[in-house]
């Protein structure tokens, strides 16, 4: 079982910086791709960063310039630096891994459990 814990959500004006993390814990073996999303009231949900095991990155355009995705492969999280927040920020911001729990078998993906993000403005 694998399981994904996010901290650093929380509620800033705009124009400020949060930075979020994500902790992938259990039985892992390698982690190939991790990503966050975010959904706003009414919208769907988006994919903002993405950052693979070899380093390629890629950004929502609506996010570059402003967030920067980052991983430590030895303490298997993910970070998220958001800077100059707008009130359009705001969603609820989720993380994702593609996980291998073994040399064989598929990748599988899990979800953290979502953290909430308010820009004010």
């Known amino acids: 079982q694998v399981q994904l814990v996010e901290s650093g959500g929380g509620v800033v004006q705009a124009g400020g910086s949060l930075r979020l993390s994500c902790v992938v814990s259990?039985?892992?073996?390698?982690?190939?791709?991790m990503s966050w999303y975010r959904q706003a009231p009414g919208k769907q949900r988006e994919l903002v960063a993405v950052i693979t095991r070899g380093g390629y990155i890629n950004y929502a355009d609506s996010v570059k310039g402003r967030f920067t995705i980052s991983r430590d492969n030895a303490k298997n999280t993910v970070y998220l630096e958001m800077s100059n927040l707008k009130p359009e920020d705001t969603a609820v911001y989720s993380c994702?891994?593609?996980?291998?729990?073994?040399?064989?078998?598929?990748?599988?993906?899990?979800w953290g459990q979502g953290s909430q993000v308010t820009v004010s403005s």
């Open positions: 994702n891994s593609l996980v291998m729990e073994s040399r064989v078998g598929p990748p599988r993906t899990y």
């Open positions: 259990g039985s892992i073996f390698s982690i190939n791709a």
